[in-house]
């Protein structure tokens, strides 16, 4: 597609559920990322991928966050037994490689809400 | 990685140009300097990238220092249509992975 693509768009959960949020990133991107904006806040990185090398985790905020990424495309984030602080909108961005001059382009998001 | 620091806030008025400062002392050889815009609800979007001395664009321009420690996005002329959250970012080249935002700086354009 001509630009980062992120569903569902809104989602309204319970709390204990799982969630799983999708990433279609820029065609021929191969650095993907994810990160975490609550309401009035920052941008919190949570993981980042880069072609087939293992992915940087380092963001993800507990074992209840998980991501993957198939083919080198596509990107899952899963959040099982969601919490109600897991409410926030969850960004995905993608760029052509894991280096300072390149442009990341983020989707338009996917705002999670536990309750 | 650099640790940037940005004002949290500022206030301007149509057509007034607004400076915004951000700081990244640590900031090592290979790191750029890009600056996004992201308004409510939305995803943030690149606006210009830098790594030396001054960069211009449609939008905005990018001062960046000589020891390139800071560093000013400049936006000329601002409408109510810039009233958003500008963040700095300073990512480095070899491992520019974990790509960390800092706090942003809000900016309220005022009729």
């Known amino acids: 597609g001509a630009g980062v693509s992120q569903s569902p768009s809104n989602k309204v959960t319970e709390k204990g559920k799982d969630v799983e949020l999708r990433c279609d990133p820029i065609?021929?991107?191969?650095?993907l990322y994810w990160y975490r904006q609550s309401l009035g806040q920052g941008l919190e990185f949570l993981i980042y991928f880069q072609g087939n090398s293992a992915p940087d985790k380092s963001g993800l905020p507990s074992d209840r966050f998980s991501a993957e990424r198939t083919g080198g495309s596509v990107s899952t984030l899963t959040i099982q037994r969601t919490q109600q602080e897991d409410s926030a909108v969850y960004l995905c961005?993608?760029?052509?490689?894991?280096?300072?001059?390149?442009?990341?382009?983020f989707g338009e998001g996917s705002w999670l809400t536990v309750v | 990685l650099a640790k940037t620091t940005q004002p949290i806030s500022m206030d301007s008025y149509e057509g007034q140009e607004v400076n915004i400062t951000c700081s990244h002392n640590?900031?090592?050889?290979?790191?750029?300097i890009t600056w996004y815009q992201q308004f409510p609800s939305q995803g943030p979007r690149f606006i210009i990238q830098g790594y030396k001395t001054k960069v211009t664009n449609e939008v905005a321009s990018l001062f960046i220092p000589a020891d390139r420690k800071s560093s000013t996005l400049s936006l000329p002329r601002v409408s109510l249509s810039d009233t958003a959250v500008y963040y700095c970012l300073v990512a480095r080249g070899a491992a520019g992975n974990k790509l960390t935002f800092g706090g942003g700086t809000r900016v309220l354009v005022k009729p």
């Open positions: 640590n900031i090592a050889t290979n790191d750029y």
């Open positions: 065609s021929g991107h191969t650095a």
């Open positions: 961005a993608s760029s052509f490689g894991g280096t300072a001059g390149n442009t990341i382009y």
